[in-house]
């Protein structure tokens, strides 16, 4: 099998499951690809982003950090899709709580990912395009976060170009149109997925609550968010199952 070299992966064309789970921390790659795939193989480590692929429930599946912010996902997420054959990917990270009901460690599904960046402004559309995940992913997510007995949530969330914003204020706004938490990849996921027909959806953690204050640890971010980690490999063999019997790029059932 003939070696792909893009900018930012180098990997044989065959080296990428046809999904891909993305948390932002090369970390969290590693301890998925150690703790859950059988036979995992490093496939991609161009500045160190650490992309595995094995197999999980007898499924192939790869597991690539994305680094943080709309721009590294967006090339990333690009790259697989368009040079590795990549169908569908999923984004595994964490979040930061806008809603009281929103709970730390509470699982949040990103249904649309409403976003400050201008990162549609290259499509040159004539108003705001709205990114949102792919059904048959997101159906499939739901079911396996209720049987797991997550304690989960499905709707609007935020896509920040800014962690540390000037404004104290900014998320005030979006707080009151019922957006239930910030991160800072989605959006940019979801706009590549449906410029590309392809499948992507946002599984999150909330690591911390920018109501109550209450935080996790690096640490526990790095290691313990199995449940969305389990809820994603879960989907990932699901839909493999039933890939061949259903119309699924760019979200159609």
């Given at each position: 099998?003939?070696?792909?070299t893009?900018?930012h992966i180098?990997?044989?064309?065959?080296?990428?499951?046809?999904?891909v789970?993305?948390p932002?921390?090369?970390?969290?790659?590693?301890?998925?690809?150690?703790?859950?795939?059988?036979n995992?193989?490093?496939?991609?480590n161009?500045r160190?982003i650490?992309?595995?692929?094995?197999?999980?429930?007898?499924?192939?599946?790869?597991?690539?950090?994305s680094?943080?912010?709309?721009?590294?996902?967006g090339?990333?997420?690009?790259?697989l899709?368009?040079?590795?054959?990549?169908?569908?990917?999923?984004?595994?990270?964490?979040?930061?709580?806008?809603?009281?009901?929103?709970r730390?460690?509470?699982?949040?599904?990103?249904?649309?990912?409403?976003?400050?960046?201008n990162?549609?402004?290259q499509?040159?559309?004539?108003?705001?395009?709205?990114?949102?995940?792919?059904?048959?992913?997101?159906?499939?997510?739901?079911?396996?976060?209720?049987?797991?007995?997550a304690s989960?949530?499905?709707?609007n969330?935020?896509?920040?170009?800014t962690?540390?914003?000037?404004?104290?204020?900014?998320?005030?706004?979006w707080?009151?149109?019922?957006?239930?938490?910030v991160?800072?990849?989605?959006?940019?996921?979801?706009?590549?997925?449906a410029?590309?027909?392809k499948?992507?959806?946002?599984?999150l953690?909330?690591?911390?609550?920018l109501?109550?204050?209450?935080?996790?640890?690096?640490?526990?971010?790095?290691?313990?968010?199995?449940?969305m980690?389990?809820?994603?490999?879960?989907?990932?063999v699901?839909?493999d199952?039933?890939?061949?019997?259903?119309?699924?790029?760019?979200?159609?059932?």
């Amino acid at each position: 099998m003939s070696m792909i070299t893009t900018p930012h992966i180098n990997a044989e064309a065959d080296a990428f499951g046809k999904t891909v789970l993305m948390p932002g921390d090369p970390l969290r790659s590693q301890y998925i690809a150690e703790h859950y795939l059988e036979n995992s193989q490093l496939v991609n480590n161009i500045r160190g982003i650490q992309g595995y692929t094995g197999t999980y429930k007898g499924v192939k599946v790869s597991v690539m950090a994305s680094g943080m912010g709309m721009p590294t996902i967006g090339i990333y997420s690009y790259e697989l899709y368009n040079f590795f054959g990549v169908e569908n990917i999923m984004r595994i990270g964490s979040t930061g709580a806008l809603q009281e009901k929103v709970r730390v460690r509470d699982i949040v599904i990103g249904m649309g990912a409403c976003t400050n960046s201008n990162y549609a402004g290259q499509y040159g559309l004539g108003g705001t395009f709205a990114p949102i995940a792919s059904y048959p992913l997101m159906k499939e997510a739901v079911a396996q976060a209720q049987k797991a007995g997550a304690s989960y949530h499905v709707g609007n969330i935020l896509s920040s170009d800014t962690f540390y914003s000037d404004d104290k204020n900014a998320n005030e706004g979006w707080k009151k149109m019922g957006v239930l938490c910030v991160e800072m990849e989605a959006a940019a996921l979801y706009m590549n997925a449906a410029r590309c027909g392809k499948n992507a959806l946002a599984i999150l953690t909330v690591s911390d609550s920018l109501v109550t204050g209450e935080e996790t640890t690096a640490e526990e971010r790095q290691n313990s968010f199995t449940q969305m980690m389990e809820i994603a490999l879960n989907t990932a063999v699901s839909i493999d199952e039933y890939a061949g019997q259903t119309p699924f790029a760019g979200g159609n059932i």
